[in-house]
């Protein structure tokens, strides 16, 4: 990991503040914005887009993660994420942004700026589920 520099985590910290103004979210009214840098400093921002069949429901972290990963990115440093209360991703976030490794710093901070948890992903996603658990040598045999 290589943690973003102040004026760089001040630029996440305005996109992931910025792109919550487009979250889809008629059912929670709870806006999230999310901004990951990759190791090569493009940075991919995603909002919560809620849907009427409520599982179908995409969350920031993911949006963002999804965009990085199509647009070929598959190394991050840093993920900002901004909700009202600093809230923290969810758990399906957290091992799917771990597939690509935990050791991406994680901020989280509310509407206005204010860092609540300065972190990262492999303190919030202990034990994480990983491939290596699929490449047992009798994988696929019981
Ligand atoms: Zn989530």
Known sequence: MSPSSDSELSRLIEAAIRVTENAYIPYSHYP???ALQAADGRVFTGCNVE???YPATICAERTALVKAVSEGARQFTTLVVATR??????GICRQMLSEFGVDVR???ITLEGRIIH???L???????FTNDS???PDNGTR
């Open 32 to 34: 999230v914005g999310a």
């Open 106 to 108: 994680v901020v989280l």
């Open 51 to 53: 849907n009427a069949s």
């Open 85 to 90: 209360d600093g809230g923290s991703p969810c």
């Open 134 to 136: 699929l490449n047992l």
């Open 118 to 120: 300065d972190t990262t």
């Open 122 to 128: 492999a303190a919030l996603l202990p034990l994480n």
